[in-house]
């Protein structure tokens, strides 16, 4: 089930914003200092299987797209934040 259906997880937190870097594409800042352990901010896309990731990564090759995120939960599953993830899917600086 794509995440965005789970209302509660587009809370994005105040104190974030993206930014475009000069050599590093796109990255997420806090004037507010965060302590170790905190909870930033959570991770969130679309849930998907070992064989659609070989799929998008085809197609993303294929089409010269080197703008993935992808983080791999267990070995089975993936979060695809492409389509529909929020700022957890960029650098936090």
């Known amino acids: 089930m794509p995440c965005r259906e789970r209302g509660s997880m587009f809370n994005i937190p105040t104190y974030l914003f993206d930014f475009r870097t000069i050599d590093r594409g796109w990255g997420v800042r806090s004037p ?3 302590e170790k352990g905190d ?7 679309e ?8 799929t998008r ?29 929020n700022l957890a899917r960029y650098k936090l600086i």
């Open 47 to 54: 849930v998907i299987d070992s064989a659609e990731l070989k």
């Open 32 to 34: 507010k200092d965060i």
């Open 39 to 45: 909870l930033i901010i959570e991770y969130v896309g």
């Open 57 to 85: 990564m085809k197609q993303k090759f294929e089409a010269k797209d080197t703008n993935y995120y992808f983080l791999r939960l267990n070995n089975s599953k993936v979060i695809d934040a492409g389509p529909m993830g």
